[in-house]
């Protein structure tokens, strides 16, 4: 405990860097919290799929229609703008959002949760960052 003291009563200024980044960090992850988006991978996206969640796919049925992740359901944005309950009823589920490239699934994300849907994820990077990982798509 001793050797600690010193270190930090001889490095201040790495200590200070060292609190001003985990600082910044805690501000970071608080703002992206109030905000209610919570983005995540496509390995994360995977692992949530796995265990049960529902693919919210918030694309145009003709883009939908040209491919898809695995039983991913088919709920446009102007839907989800326009209706109380647009999923019906699976406010008890885990949901993630998936579009192109991963700016209007988190929009749909937030507008779920205001909704009353707790458990909403949108995938980082849409089916563009999907498909750089090399995950499969039906069409």
Same mark, same amino acid.
């Given at each position: ?6 270190? +930090? ?30 983005? +995540? ?16 796919? +918030? ?81």
């Amino acid at each position: 405990m001793g050797r600690l003291a010193e270190f +930090v009563t001889n490095h201040p200024l790495l200590i200070a860097g060292l609190l001003a980044s985990w600082a910044a960090l805690m501000v970071y992850e608080l703002r992206m919290k109030s905000r209610g988006l919570t983005h +995540v991978s496509a390995a994360d996206a995977v692992r949530l799929i796995n265990k049960g969640a529902l693919v919210i796919d +918030v694309r145009k049925s003709e883009e939908f229609q040209s491919g898809h992740i695995v039983n991913a359901r088919n709920v446009e944005l102007a839907k989800i703008q326009s209706e109380a309950d647009p999923i019906h009823k699976q406010k008890n589920k885990v949901l993630l959002t998936v579009c192109a490239n991963g700016a209007t699934s988190g929009r749909a994300a937030m507008l779920l949760r205001k909704a009353g849907y707790p458990s909403v994820f949108s995938l980082k990077g849409g089916l563009t960052g999907w498909r750089a990982e090399n995950l499969p798509i039906v069409k």
